[in-house]
Each structure stands twice: as structure tokens, then as C-alpha cells.
């Protein structure tokens, strides 16, 4: 970078001509003249100054700007965590181990059978360094049987490996980009830009008066637009500094600043920021800036990859993105391509074989416009919402943040496979026309609310409406959780036995139309126990229990819950005419989840600064807004749900000893299939359906349900483990409700909270054990007296 | 007092006729578990249906992890690292540090326990209770970290200004002797 200067000025001086008075007029004519041209050198001296100014704080700007890089959760390894030979081999892979026999470097392994020597890296975390290391780590039955240090000879309690980088931005750039530097351009692109749009690049000061003459010949010559007359260094001003506008004033500034910048920069600088700059497409409202952008964008490859037939492709774009775009002009595109390899062998910078054999190919656009730097688009969208909430654009800009995310890489590789070709097989199965069958997952941690995994779109890579945070769909069934818990929450009034009534109701709505639901058999049931009206998500008894606890007291538990959305309090909420996102469906699951308690999703966990000062954690924070007895009550329902009732296909892939607790969730004409469910480890949502709102053709048990059954068999470890509150307690009771003992037929034990049991005994419990049991409860009383 | 002795009596006569299994019972299926559920683990795993599945899976799916009830040398050294920031007032870098122990053992009282205390000592009293109250909820039967707990709960009030609450916290700790 050339050291600043004042830039000379040139000052006229101004001299009068001694001459006689004889001719006065032209003597004041000249002495004004000479004093306009003087203001006007002042004037353009003040500009170029200004221009100047404006030059060089953009330029340092934008060409120092340093990504924020997004890392993954790091995996943590300990004795006993369930991990595999191969999980751990591809661990490293992911992580860029090489196998070194001799553990040559830091970040090297080798594996003898079922043992792995490893080189750690060193890694600068938002709680201290992580030191490299020489470990050997046994694995034993699929799980970690021992971690030792090699150099130190002592057993290793924790070994948090350095976490996989996901993804890069650019703060102040709304749309991705990938920068890449001078020195890691192919050559092929370089010396095609220089043969087509600036033959003289090296030689000129930013201008060039030849170049636009000899382009205007070669244009004539060819019949066609070969060269052209602006400089790399005029574009690069045009794409920078100044808006699309075109007028001869334009290209007045446009000229006055390329000659600054040239002054000021060295050509390679002045080009690497033309490579990163140039506008080379648009999809929608995104523009395609920069080569490495536009060969991910493409070709689906990083720019060092691409072969010369793609180059030139490329470079054949600058003159005209949208009129070259070769998936929508392919042909033309082609033969401005190969135009492009002509010039490039006629001035020698390309052999004629190459050539030859680049002109064999087609296009070869890659079918997917990838739009995102990062492989996990969706999840890097919440991450820079997150981000955005909580700084400013300025404090975020330029400074090159490590962001650690919640992301489990892993988990997230393994559920975007599952996702993809389980949604494809629904799609055939229920002969749903292809490609419109979408969908959105939401994974987090049980505990503490981490999102571990983000799906946004059927094809998961894809960087574009992110359904997991923006589809706002009606959520049907899964509103009836809120509607049992409100009722579970007055113990004095509800239990899980209580009964209520599932027969028809029809209520005036506002319109003074009638509303008549009906269940999902169109039959009626009775009399029946709370935990069954929800185990069966029975619409009647849902509407008529909701109708006594009264719809706002509902709504007020979804406040409660963390809905944050706008809720109409009308009798239609109770059956889930209230519409969310995939991730408010989340939010709301973990207050159940976490036994009452309101954690806030997150996905990253902390920031540091380029050089690994802590910055800002995210730390985890609960608040109980729910009693967790009452939610005790209603997940041992939401595990009916799954053991008999609507969820119970889940069990087909996992275990019955997981005790999932889940809620399936469908709307009307079956536009919706949601599923929201957990298991001891892991929470998740699952959204399908229709962009354009037609029928799905799939309920929540026979879409959403599978592909989260299928992904929680892959990624789940734990089963469901609630933990009894000390004010509840099981009791017998018959299938009316009342009470009774383990010798009566049909009797089951549920729980309640104390002081809520049913007191009315079932004939099937005889005197005998009415009196045992008074007796047995004085005793109690006897013994805490 | 006779008739008490006497109902005693018929009382300790009917246990030894009568099967008393009546007041121990493992919960039926319904209902969920209680508080201490029998674990897979003691169980024979149950074998699931295979299905056409990826190379990763093996169609048989491992019964769920056994929850380990002594702390993991792991969590003990997480703990350890969050005492000595805390005591240098690195209150951030401590919370980092236990919530690496929650993502290891989610339902582990003691650690949020140990968040509570940290969020105590930054003078966030809400956030504390609220800690606090999650730890209680997962350490049923534990009644020293309870205690412990309605204690420190206690405090938080008490700084709050919140007497009441404190008082009733401070008896909730003091039932618990």
C-alpha cells in the first residue's frame, strides 16, 4: 500500500500581461477568465481532495475486513460417553487430522484397533486455552473406556477438541461473501480478466486513453463487444464507490477516482478488491458479489478449483451478469465463453490444447445455486439473527469474531441425511407431486435450551426461505398441551383422572356463525379421563374442557410457556387456530421439557475477539413459570401420547424404554403435520407441509412423526427420566377414577399432586382395605407427631 | 391412649397375616415413573424391528444410557475450574464453565446449584432463585442440597427486599433439618 501524500497541487499562477489600456476589454476578459480557471482549479483541487478522503477510508475498510468465523459446539470427550470407532475416526477427519504414525505435528492421529493416538491442537476457548496434547483414547463397546495424556502418563477427566469451523460473514455485508486473497487466485482468471477487460492493467495509472481507443477498434474488428475501454481499476470505482447512476458526470468521478485509488495502491491490491468486488449475478433479491461468492454460486465449488472452461465462463459474465447468465442463456453464455478462450490464446496466456478441451464442455452449471458461505445455512441465518439482537451493526463490523455456536456438527450431518430421504420417500409414498413436500426441524438440548441443529428446507444446503424460523403455519393439536396444563394447574378442580366430557358443542362466533367441531372420527366418547382426552386428542373434550377453564386463562399459559406471538383468545385457539414458527413451537416444548422452567433457545454460546478475548457469553438462564408438579402431571400424559396414543408409531424405531414424551399435531384438509416431542436428551420439532398451503396428505403421526421418530433413533441416548416432585404422589384408581388398590381389575396407578386424589373409593376395594388404609394413615400420623 | 395401643396391635396382626407388598409398588406402565424407577439397564434390552437403514445403522438400537448417579470425574473437574474463576470474580468465565458440566450431566442438582451461587455473587437475584428452584426440582430427596438451596434462595429474596418470601424460604430450609 503506497504511503499517503499529499497529492501535489497545481496552482495556475496567474500572470497579467503588461499591456497598454488600449484594448481594455480583452484585458478584463482574460483576467476573468484566468480567474474562473483559478476557482475552478480551487474547486477541483478541494474535490479531488474529498474524493480522495472518500477513496481511502472505503478501500482500508473493506479491504482489511476480517470474517467472523461461526464454530460448532466443540466435542468434549470423557470416560463413558458414548462414542464409536468410527464416530471418533470421522471426528478427526472433519477436523483435518492427518495420520502421522509418529505424531509428526499437532493435529495428527494414528489408530491401532480400538485405540487412537492423537496430537491435540491447541484452541483459545471463551474459558482459557485447551493446550495441545498427547492422548491416547481407548474405546470400548462404542463408548470411551479411557483418556490418558501419553506425556504426562495421568488419565484425562475432560478433552474438549478444537470445534469445527461452520461457516464465515461478513457483518456489514448483508449478503454472504466469500473474500479470497491475491495470492489464492488461479491464474487462468487473472490473465482472463486482463486479456478482456483491461489489456493494459499493469501499465496504466487507471485511465487509459488507449485502452479506449484500441477497444473501440477491436469492437468494430470483431463485430461484437471483445474488449473493454474502462480499466479494472474505473469498474472497480464503478461497483464500489458509486451507484449504478450512468452519466458522463459519472465518469468524470468515476476517472478522478481511479486515478486516486492507483495513486494511492498497488496493482495487485487494487485488483484483489475488483475480484472480491464485481457484481457477477443476482438471484431474487440477492446479488452475486465476487469471484469466490460467484463460483460457489455457480459452480458449487471454491474458486481454486474451477477448471479454465468455468473461468472463462466467469469471466465472460462481467460484461453482463444477467444477460450471460448461463442458466437462463445457456447458449449465449457459451459463446460469449468461448469467445473468451480465443482472446485468452490469441494473447497467449492460454496453450491452444487447453483451449480445445475447455470448448468440449457445456456450461456445467451446477443445478444448485448455492447462496450461503456456509454449509448450514439455516442454522448460520439464526446465528446472525441472534447476533444482530444484540449488537450493534458497528460493533459487529469488521473485527474478524470467533462466534461459538450451539451447533452439533455431527448431529446436524446426521439429521440433514435423514431429513432429506425420509421426506423423499413420503413424498412417493403418498404420491404428493414431487418437490412440493417442505418442511422444517428444530433440534435442542433437553436441558438448557442449546439449538443443536437447524433444518429450513427440504433440501437442507439450500440458502433460502428458512422455514425452521419464518413458516408461521397453524399448529392444531399441539396447542392441546396448554389447554390440559391450565387444567392441571388447579389441582383442586382437575387431576388426570378427572372425566370430561367429549360430546358435541357448538358455539356463536363472532360472525354469529355457528362453530361445530368434531373429533377426528367423527364420534363422540362420553365421559371420559383427562389423560385420555389427550392421549387420543379428542376436539370435543379438549373444546368443552377449555370452554369451563375459559380461553384467555389458555392463552395465558401459552405467555406463559414463551409464546411471543400475538394470541386470539377465541374458542378456535383450543384447537390450535393459532399459528407459529417451527421454532416458537420449540420454545414452547422446552418450558414442558424443562419441568416448568422458561429457558430462551439459543445458538451461540459465546463471542471472542480476533485474538481470543472474551467478549460476551450467553449464559444459560431459567425462570419457572410454570408449576413443575403440573407439568410433572401433564408429561406423564404426553407419554401416553406416545406409549397408546396418537405418537405410538415412534416405537417402532426406538426402544419403549425411552418414555418419550411427544404431540402430534394436524390441520385442516391436513395442510399441517407438526410433531413436538422429547426424549431424555434431546428435544425436537418437526413441520411438513405445503408451501403453497395445499393438502399435504399427511397427519402429524403419518408425516412429522416418522421423521422425527427416525432422527431421534439416530441421535438420541437417553430415555426420559422425570423427576417425581416431593408434593406428588401415585395412587390407585379404577377406570372411573376412583380409588382403589393394586388387587382391583383395571386399576392403574396415576399420579397427583397431594391433597388432590380422589376420595371417593371404587366398590372394588372392600372394608377390609378402607380400614387398612385409614389405619395405615394414622399411623403415618402417629409417627410424625 | 388404650384404643391407639389397641388399634396397634390389630394392626401389627393384620401385617404379619396380610401380604403387605401393597405400600412399595413400582408404578404401573401408565402414569410414568417414579422416583425410583428400575432402569433398563436391569432389564434384558429389547431388540427392535429392523428396517431397511443406512450403513450407520445397525438395526438395533441400544437400550438408553444408564444414568450415572456418582458425579464423572469430567463434571468434578468442570466444577473445580468454575470455583477457582469464581474466586478470582470471573463470573463469566465460571458460568462457561458449568454450563460445559450441564451439557455433560443435564440433570445434575449440585451444578445448578453452583450456577445459582455464581449468579448470586453477580448480584443477579432472580436469576439465582430461579437456578436454585430448577436445582431443587431435580434434586428430589436430596434434602442437604435442598436445603442449601432454600437458603441461598433466602438471600437472594432477602437482597431483593423481598422479606417475606425470605422468611418462608429461610422455614422451607429450617423443615428440612
Known amino acids: ?785 | 391412649m388404650n384404643t391407639k395401643l389397641i388399634y396397634l396391635g390389630l394392626l401389627i396382626l393384620l401385617t404379619g397375616c396380610a401380604d403387605l407388598s401393597m405400600y412399595n409398588q413400582v408404578p404401573a406402565p401408565i402414569g410414568g415413573t417414579a422416583q425410583h424407577g428400575n432402569y433398563p439397564a436391569e432389564r434384558a434390552p429389547a431388540t427392535v424391528k429392523t428396517y431397511a437403514l443406512e450403513d450407520e445403522q445397525t438395526g438395533y438400537m441400544a437400550p438408553p444410557e444408564v444414568a450415572v448417579t456418582t458425579e464423572r470425574p469430567a463434571v468434578v473437574a468442570l466444577l473445580g475450574g468454575a470455583q477457582q474463576f469464581s474466586e478470582q470474580g470471573q463470573y463469566s468465565l465460571a458460568l462457561a464453565k458449568l454450563e460445559r458440566a450441564v451439557r455433560i450431566s443435564p440433570k445434575n442438582p449440585q451444578i445448578w446449584s453452583e450456577l445459582a451461587k455464581i449468579r448470586l455473587a453477580q448480584q443477579q437475584y432472580e436469576m439465582a432463585i430461579s437456578l436454585a428452584k430448577k436445582s431443587n426440582v431435580l434434586a428430589a430427596g436430596d434434602r442437604v442440597l435442598q436445603r442449601h438451596n432454600w437458603l441461598l434462595i433466602a438471600d437472594s429474596f432477602s437482597l431483593l427486599g423481598q422479606t417475606n418470601a425470605a422468611n418462608k424460604a429461610k422455614n422451607k430450609a429450617a423443615s428440612l433439618l
Open chain 1, 1 to 785: 500500500m503506497a504511503k499517503p501524500r499529499n497529492k501535489p497541487k497545481t496552482t495556475k499562477k496567474v500572470t497579467k500581461p503588461r499591456k497598454g489600456k488600449s484594448q481594455p476589454s480583452r484585458g478584463s476578459f482574460r483576467r476573468l477568465l484566468f480567474s474562473l480557471i483559478a476557482v475552478a482549479l480551487v474547486v477541483i483541487a478541494a474535490y479531488s481532495a474529498y474524493l480522495d478522503h472518500v477513496v481511502r477510508n472505503q478501500f482500508e475498510g473493506k479491504r482489511w475486513e476480517l470474517a467472523a468465523n461461526v464454530y460448532a459446539n466443540p466435542v468434549e470427550v470423557y470416560q463413558g460417553l458414548p462414542l464409536s470407532i468410527s464416530q471418533l475416526e470421522t471426528l478427526l477427519v472433519d477436523l483435518h487430522y492427518r495420520r502421522s504414525s509418529r505424531l509428526a505435528s499437532a493435529g495428527t492421529y494414528h489408530r491401532s484397533g480400538n485405540v487412537f493416538n492423537i496430537r491435540t491442537r491447541v484452541f483459545d476457548f471463551f474459558d482459557g486455552r485447551e493446550e495441545s496434547k498427547d492422548i491416547r483414547i481407548r474405546i470400548n463397546s462404542n463408548a470411551v473406556a479411557s483418556i490418558k495424556n501419553t506425556r504426562l502418563g495421568t488419565d484425562v477427566p475432560l478433552l474438549r477438541f478444537e470445534p469445527v469451523q461452520v461457516g464465515s460473514f461478513y457483518p456489514s455485508h448483508k449478503e454472504d461473501r466469500i473474500l479470497v486473497k491475491i495470492s489464492e487466485v488461479p491464474q487462468t482468471l487473472i490473465d482472463g480478466l486482463i486479456t478482456i477487460e483491461d489489456r493494459d492493467f499493469y501499465q496504466h495509472y487507471g485511465v487509459s486513453v488507449k485502452s479506449i481507443f484500441r477497444a473501440l477498434w477491436a469492437n468494430i474488428k470483431a463485430g461484437g463487444v471483445v474488449q473493454g475501454g474502462s480499466t479494472l481499476t474505473q469498474q472497480l470505482v464503478k461497483n464500489f464507490y458509486l451507484s449504478s447512476e450512468r452519466s458522463l458526470w459519472r465518469k468524470i468521478k468515476e476517472a478522478m477516482m481511479a486515478l486516486i485509488l492507483e495513486y494511492h495502491y498497488q496493482k495487485d491490491d487494487i485488483l484483489e478488491a475488483y475480484i472480491n468486488e464485481v457484481f457477477l449475478g443476482q438471484d431474487g433479491a440477492r446479488s452475486i458479489n465476487g469471484f469466490g461468492m460467484a463460483s460457489v454460486f455457480y459452480f458449487n465449488q471454491p474458486l481454486n478449483a474451477l477448471k479454465p472452461h468455468q473461468v472463462a465462463l466467469l469471466v465472460g459474465l462481467v460484461k453482463g451478469p444477467s444477460y450471460y447468465d448461463p442458466r437462463r442463456h445457456a447458449k449465449r453464455a457459451l459463446k460469449r465463453r468461448d469467445l473468451v478462450l480465443d482472446e485468452m490464446v490469441r494473447m497467449g496466456v492460454l496453450p491452444d490444447q487447453q483451449r480445445d478441451i475447455a470448448k468440449r464442455f457445456s456450461t456445467d452449471i451446477s443445478s444448485f445455486k448455492r447462496l450461503s458461505s456456509s454449509r448450514f445455512p439455516a442454522f448460520l441465518d439464526l446465528v446472525k439473527r441472534q447476533l444482530s439482537r444484540d449488537y450493534k451493526e458497528e460493533e459487529l463490523s469488521s473485527d474478524g469474531l470467533n462466534i461459538f455456536s450451539t451447533l452439533d456438527y455431527t448431529l446436524q450431518t446426521q439429521t440433514e441425511k435423514i431429513f432429506k430421504k425420509t421426506l423423499q420417500s413420503l413424498n412417493k409414498r403418498y404420491g404428493i407431486e414431487p418437490g412440493k413436500l417442505q418442511g422444517a426441524m428444530v433440534i435442542t438440548r433437553r436441558e438448557g435450551g442449546e439449538i443443536v441443529a437447524v433444518i429450513g428446507d427440504r433440501n437442507p444446503d439450500f440458502d433460502g426461505f428458512n422455514r425452521a424460523l419464518d413458516a408461521v403455519r397453524p399448529v392444531g393439536s399441539l396447542v392441546k398441551p396448554a389447554v390440559y396444563l391450565t387444567a392441571l394447574s388447579n389441582p383442586s378442580h382437575y387431576t388426570l383422572t378427572s372425566l370430561i366430557d367429549d360430546s358435541a358443542i357448538s358455539l356463536k362466533q363472532q360472525s354469529g356463525e355457528l362453530w361445530e367441531p368434531k373429533n377426528y372420527d367423527k364420534k363422540e366418547h362420553g365421559q371420559v379421563p383427562l389423560h385420555a382426552a389427550l392421549t387420543h386428542s379428542y376436539n370435543l373434550a379438549t373444546v368443552n374442557l377449555g370452554m369451563e377453564l375459559k380461553v384467555p386463562r389458555v392463552k395465558r399459559t401459552l405467555e406463559e410457556l414463551g409464546v411471543r406471538r400475538e394470541i386470539k383468545p377465541y374458542p378456535s385457539l383450543l384447537l390450535g387456530a393459532l399459528s407459529l414458527s417451527p421454532i416458537e413451537v420449540a420454545q414452547m416444548y422446552q418450558t414442558l421439557a424443562g419441568d416448568g422452567f422458561f429457558t430462551p433457545l439459543r445458538s451461540i454460546q459465546s463471542v471472542t475477539s480476533n485474538d481470543h478475548r472474551a467478549l460476551q457469553g450467553y449464559p444459560l438462564n431459567v425462570r419457572q413459570v410454570v408449576s413443575p408438579s403440573a407439568v410433572y402431571l401433564l408429561n406423564t400424559a404426553l407419554q401416553s401420547v406416545m406409549s397408546t396414543g396418537t405418537g405410538r408409531s415412534a416405537y417402532q424405531y426406538l426402544p419403549r424404554e425411552y418414555s418419550l414424551a411427544g404431540k402430534t399435531g394436524t390441520t385442516d384438509e391436513l395442510r399441517d403435520s407438526w410433531f413436538a416431542g422429547f426424549s431424555g436428551d434431546y428435544l425436537a420439532v418437526v413441520w411438513l407441509g405445503r408451501d403453497d398451503n395445499k393438502p399435504s396428505k399427511l397427519t402429524g403421526a403419518s408425516g412429522a412423526l416418522q421423521v422425527w421418530s427416525k432422527v431421534m433413533q439416530a441421535i438420541s441416548k437417553q430415555a426420559v427420566n422425570l423427576t417425581q416432585p416431593e408434593d406428588v404422589e401415585y395412587i390407585w384408581v379404577d377406570p372411573l377414577g376412583r380409588r382403589a388398590n393394586e388387587f382391583c381389575a383395571d386399576a392403574v396407578q396415576y399420579p397427583y399432586i397431594k391433597g388432590s386424589a380422589p376420595i371417593e373409593y371404587s366398590p372394588c376395594v372392600g372394608s377390609v382395605g378402607r380400614t387398612l388404609k385409614r389405619a395405615g394413615d394414622w399411623f403415618n400420623d402417629f409417627l410424625n407427631e
